[in-house]
């Protein structure tokens, strides 16, 4: 059994964070882990950020469906679904990851969820019981299977260096001086080729 898992924002769609604050004006949603590393504190701040302008989950949502995904992404995803098990595997939230389900072939989606109160307010992140991406990767490893990973930030690379085949996507400096030697490549078609490449080299070993 193959499978791929696939990262969502920058990989398949844009990020969401920079566009709900450029949509709502609220700067400090225009954090991202490069200025706060410790995630569950950086998602307290955007809830709070959020709560303090009056904005609930429905109206983020309404925000975040304006996104499409990135023009590449579904046939990425129909090629890679020709013989491999296709997971998102991303640190979003489901009620917000969950509009691109249709545009993307409605792969299967493992990310972290909100929980609201009676009003709508988003009230707290409920993460997904993993230590990281990666570990979504060493289950499916242990078991024999064939893994692809794509991503492309700091949170990424676990997972990448577990699979089979790990290839970072457009990635930024500070990423790459961590990533060690993980293949890099500039477009999803570029992934495509350096894989059946790696796969066909694999099997000659
Ligand atoms: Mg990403």
């Known amino acids: 059994m193959k499978v791929a ?29 490069r200025e706060e590393p ?11 950020a959020l709560r303090e302008n009056n904005l609930r989950l429905s109206d983020v949502r309404a925000i975040v469906s304006m996104l499409q995904p990135y023009r590449d992404a579904r046939r990425f ?8 098990a296709v997971f998102i595997v991303s640190d979003c939230f489901e009620e917000l990851a969950e509009s691109f389900l249709p545009g993307l072939g409605y792969p299967r989606l493992m990310a972290h969820r ?7 307010f ?12 990666q570990d979504v990767v060493n289950t499916l490893i242990r078991d024999g299977i064939d893994v ?3 991503g492309d930030a700091l949170n990424d690379i676990g997972m990448l260096k577990a699979a089979t085949y790990g290839y970072l996507l457009r ?6 001086a961590l990533a060690g030697d993980l293949p890099v490549a500039d477009s999803l078609a570029e992934v495509l080729v350096r894989l059946q490449q790696d796969q066909l080299a694999h099997a000659l070993i």
């Open 122 to 133: 988003i009230t707290q992140c409920r993460f997904a019981q993993r230590q990281g991406k």
């Open 171 to 176: 990635p930024s400096p500070t990423t790459v």
């Open 77 to 84: 995803l129909d090629v890679l679904a020709r013989d491999r």
């Open 38 to 48: 410790d995630y569950p504190k950086l998602m307290r701040a955007r809830i709070e």
């Open 148 to 150: 692809l990973a794509v």
């Open 114 to 120: 909100l929980d609201t109160d009676a009003d709508g």
């Open 5 to 33: 898992c696939i990262d969502l924002e920058g990989v398949l769609v844009p990020e969401l964070w920079p566009h709900i604050s450029r949509h709502t004006g609220i700067a400090a949603l225009n954090r991202t882990t």
